[in-house]
């Protein structure tokens, strides 16, 4: 079926479609819709719905949900993140699935309420402390919104290990077509053993983060990153166009889709312009950036940010690519003619 | 007729860390003692919290979780919420459940979940060194209060068991000791009510355990105890708080 939905409100049907049975959140716009979604919802399918005091407390709620053997998730803008960056990493450090939802907006410190981008560091590179990784899925459309939440879940279980939707402000409010098959079920269950369910019939359970005895931490840590490096095959991207391109264009969620504008105007220039959209932040397409850079020596990224990606994208050309750079912060948004001024004037210095 | 004491099946058969005198080690014993005579080993959930008591699952044979400093109460209530039919207890020092994770355990009280909570007060930090607590008494030194704890610049001692009386979500508390073998028993009829509460669903409880740290407190196991009953006490009168079962 057909549905008109808000990015925010595709975002809890996919929860919902992948059989996200307790969710805890905490108000903070421009992610409320969210919140208030998936209060209707989960009374409507008999899940748990919490209003929690806090992001504190709401991701620790996840916590013991998801400790309990549900499948739970939480949602925040970037303020709230920052303190369930916590809880992320106790989840992380005790092996624990959970779907995480970030609906940015602009920052540092409380910001603005207009969508942003400027979260990618605190997503992609850690964000709470402690050695940890969790894969960053990055919607561009409602539809990813639907479609990227409803496998976050799958992935979370596969890894036991937080994963999180790291959408936009304007993603999350703006209202486009979703599809979905009114009969989708849950894919990627999973026994869950280790979940706390009471000793019946089995050894008394525990699950912990802290280790203290010698060298166990360090064991502990080595199977983490065994782990992170099999999340490599999880990566995903989108790749229009690069072909014989004279410029490539890298961009996500929201920003994916003005540079897709982008590349029409450029081509009434005579610019041939590519796009690859990352649509795991991590694990990030190095490779596939890479194998592009190899054939494309101009790489141009545009990020609601000022300029956090495109570290990544500079790691992954080396030294074979020039990497220009468009970006805007505090909720603005690099429009199409400030992106293709900035490549049809860059391409005529060369000239 | 002499009855053999014998450890409970639902505690380990291990040495505990804990310092000699301390009270964790006879509480921990005092949940596995009511679990056992109620026969829920099976189908109960510990959250332990960050301090001395962080290593509970080391001696409790029952499924228990560790819980990000303070936010024992929320994390149980996770847990619960998806297991209703369980014993959900958590087990929380005096700086993790009246510092930290303040909010935590007033709002899970205030949302009258059905858990159980164990609040074992004894003033200070014991496991970081033995700092200042928002339960240290007047006149304590400690780690951080060298001067004493001073109403004037370091506050009063929260009396959290008296806030929260106010909520209607709360359905009993009572404030018990570990000082003498009347009090002990008292602690473990007391945490028996809590669990019974919790089993016939019928909301919030806590029992909040005064209890000593000789280490801490520079005193021996018995000075430990005599100041319990001498000072302790005082401030937090031992006794039902609120019953409304
Ligand atoms: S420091 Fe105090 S509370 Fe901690 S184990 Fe030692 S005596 Fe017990």
């Given amino acids: 079926m057909k549905y008109l939905s808000t990015g925010n409100e595709a975002c809890g049907e996919g929860a919902i479609r992948a059989g996200c049975r307790f969710y805890a959140g905490y108000p903070i716009t421009p992610q409320n819709e969210l919140t208030a979604y998936m209060a209707r919802r989960m009374e409507e399918t008999d899940g748990v719905f919490i209003q929690a005091e806090s992001e504190l407390a709401a991701i620790n709620m996840v916590f013991g949900a998801s400790a309990a053997g549900a499948r739970a998730m939480t949602s925040s803008s970037s303020p709230g993140i920052s303190l369930k960056q916590e809880g992320i990493s106790y989840m992380a450090g005790a092996e624990l699935p959970g779907v995480i939802v970030n609906v940015m907006r602009g920052g540092p410190g409380l910001g603005n309420i207009a969508g942003s981008q400027a979260d990618y560091f605190q997503a992609t590179k850690g964000g709470g402390h402690g050695d940890y990784r969790m894969i960053v899925l990055a919607p561009s459309t409602g539809q990813e919104m639907f479609d990227l939440t409803y496998e976050a879940f799958a992935l979370a279980d596969r890894y036991n290990n937080p994963v999180m939707v790291l959408a936009d402000g304007m993603l999350g409010q703006m209202m486009e077509p979703i599809e979905f098959d009114d009969n989708i079920k849950p894919s990627g269950i999973v026994e869950k053993p280790w979940a706390m369910t009471g000793a019946k019939g089995r050894a008394a359970g525990s699950i912990k983060s802290l280790l203290l005895k010698d060298g166990v931490l360090e064991e502990h840590n080595k199977k983490l990153q065994e782990k992170y490096t099999s999340m490599a095959k999880e990566v995903r991207c989108e790749t229009v166009d690069t072909d014989g391109a004279d410029v490539i264009l890298v961009a996500y969620g929201s920003m994916a889709r003005i540079a897709r504008e982008c590349m029409g105007i450029l081509a009434e220039h005579g610019i041939r312009a590519g796009l690859i959209r990352p649509v795991t932040l991590w694990p990030f397409p190095y490779d596939v950036i890479r194998g592009i850079a190899a054939k494309c020596p101009r790489f141009f990224v545009t990020e609601m940010s000022a300029g956090q990606m495109v570290e990544d994208v500079r790691l992954a050309v080396q030294d074979d690519s020039k990497v220009s750079f468009c970006g805007r912060m505090g909720g603005g948004v690099p429009s199409v003619d400030e992106i293709t001024e900035q490549i049809i004037g860059s391409g005529k210095k060369k000239i | ?245």
């Fill in chain 2, 1 to 245: 007729m002499t009855e053999k004491i014998t450890r409970p099946a639902s505690m380990k058969d291990v040495a505990m860390h804990y310092c000699p005198g301390c009270g964790h080690g006879l509480i921990h014993r005092l949940v596995c003692e009511v679990i056992d005579e109620i026969g829920v080993r099976e189908k109960t959930i510990a959250v332990a919290p960050v301090g001395c008591a962080v290593l509970a699952y080391d001696y409790w044979d029952f499924d228990t979780l560790e819980a990000a400093h303070g936010r024992t109460p929320a994390v149980a209530t996770g847990i619960k919420r998806v297991h209703p039919d369980k014993l959900v207890f958590t087990y929380q020092g005096d700086g993790d459940l009246a510092a930290i994770g303040t909010s935590e355990i007033i709002h899970a009280g205030n949302r009258g979940e059905d858990i159980s909570v164990i609040f074992v007060n004894n003033g200070v930090y014991g496991m970081t060194g033995g700092q200042m607590a928002p339960t240290t008494l007047i006149g304590q030194t400690t780690a951080t209060s060298l001067y004493t704890r001073r109403p004037e610049k370091e506050g009063y001692p929260l009396k959290i068991m008296e806030m929260m009386a106010v909520l209607p979500g709360v359905v009993y508390l009572e404030r018990t000791s570990v000082h003498s073998p009347k009090a002990v028993l008292a602690t473990k009829r007391a945490i028996r009510k809590s669990f019974e509460i919790q089993l016939d669903r019928k909301g919030f409880s806590m029992v909040e355990v005064l209890s000593p740290c000789p280490t801490y407190w520079g005193l021996s196991p018995v000075k430990s105890m005599e100041r319990i009953e001498k000072e302790v006490v005082k401030e937090y009168p031992l006794g039902t708080i609120k019953d409304v079962c």
